[in-house]
C-alpha cells in the first residue's frame, strides 16, 4: 500500500493549538499521557485474549519502554499492546478528541461485561500532547493476530497526516518523537526518571529504559582489577515502582508499609496519628488512603501552603492541586485518592466544578469525621492530644461546611472554667452537666485562659456554679456566628447584651435592690453617663458583677473587644462601637462618689473617678487605654491620699 495523505476530520490546527499552548499547563504531561495510553493498550490485549489467545502471539512480557536518542534527537516509546489497524488508526487518531479507550470501555458497556479492566484513557486528546514538545511524530503499529498487517503514521501537526502499510512483526506500537530543539532536557535520564516517578510510578507495568554506565571490569573475586580501564555496560532499568498499596485490601498492608508510603507523600518524619485506607462504591468509585498527621505542618496557616492530597486516576497522577478534593478546614490530611470513573473533560487538570470530584470530597469527608468521632470516643485522652495539633482548623468547618455542621459539633473540644488547663469538655458534656436551671450555653471568648479567668464577667456565673466555656482561638468568633446552639440550647457570650441568671424570686429581689439603687445613684449615674457619653452607649447596673466595681459589655449582637482586636489584627477597618458601661451596685466606690456627690456635685474628683472607671474596664478587657499617663497619675494620687489616712 503506498503512503497516503489525508486531512484531519476537524478543525485540527485550531484544536492542536489547544491542546498545545492552551490544554495542559506543564509540558511533563506528554510522557504521562504516552505512558497512560501504553497501559491502556496492554489492558485490552490482556482482556480480549480471555476469548481469542492468538492475539498474544506468544509475547505476554508487558511492559512499556523508553528510548531515548540523543544524537537522533528522538524519544520512543514501545509497548506491547493491543495495536491498531489501520482503519483504528485513522478512526483513534485521524479525528482529535475521539478516543478508543472511550469507545472500547462503551463497547464492554454495551455488552454488559462485568469484568472490564480499568483503563486510564477516555479522553481523547491525550496523544496529541506529543505536539507540545515535538515537531514530528511517526506512529507505528499492529493488531495481534496472524492475518494483521502494520501502518505506520506521521503528522507534524500542520493538519494532515500520512499513513501508509508497514512490515512489522511485533503486536503492539511503537511512537517516535522528534523533539522541538529547546525541548531536548526530555532526552536526558534525569528528566524521564523524574517524570515517571510522579506522574506513573503506580502504574501496573513496569516502565523500562535501558542505562549505560561507566565501570571497571571485576575479577572472578568480585573485585576490579587495578589498572584495567572502564567499560561501558548497558542494562534495562525499571523506573517505577508498581508498588500502589492503596489498591491492595487492607488485610496484605503491614503498619511499616504504610509508615513508609506516608513519609513517601508527606515528608513527615513521624508516624501518623491514624490511617485511613478505604474504597467507596455507589454514585462515585475512588479507592483512597488518607492520613491524620500527628503534628501540625509548619505551614498550616500560609495562605498559599498545597493541600495535602494527591488525586490519581487508575494509578495515573493527575494533580495535587485539585482545592475542591478537600475542604479548607482538613488541609493538614495527606495521602492520595484514586479514581475509577472520573468523567473528567478534555483536560486533566480543569477539576475544580466536577461533580464526581464534589462526590469524592463528600466520601472522603464523612469518612474522616466518622474516624475522629471513633477516636473521640474510644480513646479520649488521644484525641485531645490530636486536637491541641489541629483543632483550631478543624472549628473553621463549623463555619463554612454546613453539611457536616453536626458531626462537626460533636468533634469540637473547649478548656472551661471547671476544667484544668489543658483539660477539655464537649459540648455534650457540657449539656449533660449542666445544673438545673441552667438555660443556656455560656462562653466567654479572648486570648488566652489566664486572661479569661480573671475576667469580671464570670463573676455572677461562678457565684451560680455555671459553667462557661473558654473560646480562645480567633476562629472561634466566627465558630459560634453558626454554632447558635446545641440540643436546643442557645449559646450565650457572657459579655454581650442582658444576662438573667435567676430563677423568679431571686430575679424579684434584685430588681427591688436595683430600683433602689437606681433611686439612690440616680444623680451619680446620670453624672458618669454625660462624662463619658463619647465613649459609652450606656451607664447601667450589672447583673454580672458580685466583686469588681465595672465592666464593659457589648450588645447582644455587637462587637466585643475581642472581635476588634482581631479585625485589627487583620488589618480590617473596625466600625466605631459604643460598649455599655455596667456598674455593681453593691461595691463600695459608689457609696463613696455619691459621698463626695453630695458634698460637691462639680468636685473635679468625681470626673476623675468616671475616667477611672472606665479605663479599668478597658485593662479588665484586655483593651489599651487611650491615656495611660493620665491613669497612671490619678492612681497614684489616690494611693498618696490612701496612705495619708
Known amino acids: 500500500m503506498s503512503k497516503t495523505t489525508k486531512q484531519f476530520q476537524t478543525e485540527v490546527q485550531q484544536l492542536l493549538d489547544l491542546v498545545i499552548h492552551s490544554l495542559y499547563s506543564n509540558r511533563d504531561i506528554f510522557l504521562r499521557e504516552l505512558i497512560s495510553n501504553a497501559s491502556d493498550a ?12 492468538s492475539l498474544l502471539e506468544g509475547n505476554s512480557d508487558w511492559k512499556i519502554k523508553l528510548v531515548p536518542n540523543k544524537d537522533a534527537g528522538t524519544l520512543t516509546i514501545i509497548d506491547n499492546g493491543i495495536g491498531m489497524s489501520q482503519a483504528e488508526v485513522e478512526e483513534n487518531i485521524g479525528t482529535i478528541a475521539r478516543s478508543g479507550t472511550k469507545a472500547f470501555m462503551q463497547a464492554l458497556k454495551d455488552k454488559a461485561d462485568t469484568n472490564n479492566p480499568e483503563l486510564i484513557g477516555q479522553f481523547g486528546v491525550g496523544f496529541y500532547a506529543s505536539f507540545m514538545v515535538a515537531d514530528k511524530v511517526t506512529l507505528a503499529t499492529r493488531k495481534g493476530g496472524p492475518a494483521e ?3 505506520l503514521w506521521e503528522s507534524t501537526g500542520d493538519g494532515t497526516y500520512t499513513v501508509e502499510e508497514c512490515s512489522r512483526e511485533q503486536r503492539g506500537t511503537e511512537i517516535v518523537l522528534h523533539l522541538k530543539e529547546e525541548f531536548k532536557t526530555y532526552l536526558d535520564e534525569w528528566k524521564i526518571r523524574s517524570i515517571v516517578k510522579k506522574y506513573s510510578d503506580y502504574i501496573q507495568y513496569p516502565v523500562v529504559m535501558e542505562i549505560t554506565r561507566s565501570e571497571k571490569p571485576k575479577g572472578v573475586d568480585g573485585k576490579e582489577i587495578e589498572g584495567a580501564g572502564e567499560i561501558e555496560k548497558t542494562e534495562e532499568q525499571t523506573l517505577n515502582s508498581m508498588k500502589a498499596i492503596w489498591t491492595r485490601p487492607k488485610s496484605e498492608v503491614t503498619e511499616e ?7 513517601h507523600v508527606s515528608h513527615d518524619f513521624e508516624a501518623p496519628f491514624r490511617t485511613i485506607h478505604f474504597s467507596a462504591e455507589g454514585a462515585s468509585e475512588f479507592k483512597a488512603i488518607v492520613y491524620l498527621p500527628a503534628k501540625k505542618p509548619f505551614d498550616m496557616f500560609m495562605v ?3 493541600k495535602g492530597l494527591q488525586l490519581y486516576v487508575k494509578r495515573v497522577f493527575i494533580t495535587d492541586k485539585c482545592e475542591e478534593l478537600i475542604p479548607d478546614y482538613l488541609r493538614f490530611v495527606k495521602g492520595v485518592v484514586d479514581s475509577s470513573d472520573l468523567p473528567l473533560n478534555v483536560s486533566r487538570e480543569i477539576l475544580q466544578e466536577d461533580v464526581q470530584i464534589k462526590r469524592i470530597q463528600k466520601g472522603l469527608v464523612s469518612k474522616i469525621l466518622s474516624t475522629l468521632s471513633e477516636v473521640k470516643e474510644k480513646s479520649f485522652d488521644e484525641y485531645v492530644t490530636f486536637w491541641k495539633e489541629f483543632g483550631q482548623v478543624i472549628k473553621e468547618g463549623i463555619h463554612f461546611d454546613y453539611a457536616n455542621k453536626e458531626k462537626l459539633q460533636e468533634l469540637v473540644l473547649f478548656e472551661s472554667t471547671t476544667t484544668e488547663a489543658g483539660a477539655f469538655v464537649s459540648l455534650k458534656e457540657y449539656v449533660a452537666r449542666m445544673p438545673e436551671g441552667q438555660k443556656e450555653i455560656y462562653f466567654i471568648t479572648g486570648t488566652s485562659r489566664e486572661a479569661l479567668e480573671q475576667s469580671p464577667h464570670l463573676e455572677a456565673f461562678r457565684a451560680k456554679g455555671f459553667e462557661v466555656l473558654f473560646m480562645t482561638d480567633p476562629v472561634d468568633e466566627w465558630v459560634v456566628q453558626a454554632l447558635t446552639e446545641y440540643e436546643e440550647k442557645p449559646l450565650k457570650a457572657v459579655d454581650r447584651g442582658d444576662i438573667s441568671l435567676d430563677s423568679e424570686e431571686e430575679k424579684k429581689e434584685k430588681d427591688k435592690k436595683r430600683e433602689e439603687a437606681q433611686k439612690e445613684f440616680s444623680d451619680l449615674i446620670s453624672l458618669i453617663s454625660d462624662r463619658l457619653k463619647d465613649k459609652v452607649k450606656e451607664v447601667r ?5 458580685t466583686d469588681s466595681a465595672c465592666c464593659l459589655v457589648a450588645e447582644a449582637y455587637g462587637m466585643n473587644a475581642n472581635m476588634e482586636r482581631i479585625m485589627k489584627a487583620m488589618n480590617q477597618s473596625v466600625p466605631d462601637s459604643k460598649r455599655v458601661l455596667e456598674l455593681n451596685p453593691d461595691h463600695p466606690i459608689l457609696k463613696a462618689m455619691a ?8 468636685a473635679s474628683a468625681l470626673t476623675d473617678y468616671a475616667d477611672l472607671l472606665y479605663d ?8 489599651l487605654i487611650k491615656d495611660p499617663l493620665r491613669f497612671t497619675r490619678l492612681v497614684s494620687e489616690l494611693m498618696v491620699k490612701a496612705a495619708g489616712k
Open 42 to 53: 496492554i489492558d485490552k490485549v490482556r482482556f480480549e485474549a480471555h476469548s481469542d489467545e
Open 149 to 151: 498487517k502494520g501502518c
Open 257 to 263: 508499609e504504610y509508615n513508609e508510603f506516608y513519609k
Open 304 to 306: 498559599d501552603r498545597k
Open 541 to 545: 447596673f450589672s447583673n454580672r458583677l
Open 595 to 602: 459621698g463626695i456627690y453630695l458634698q460637691d456635685k462639680s
Open 616 to 623: 479599668q474596664a478597658l485593662l479588665t478587657e484586655g483593651s
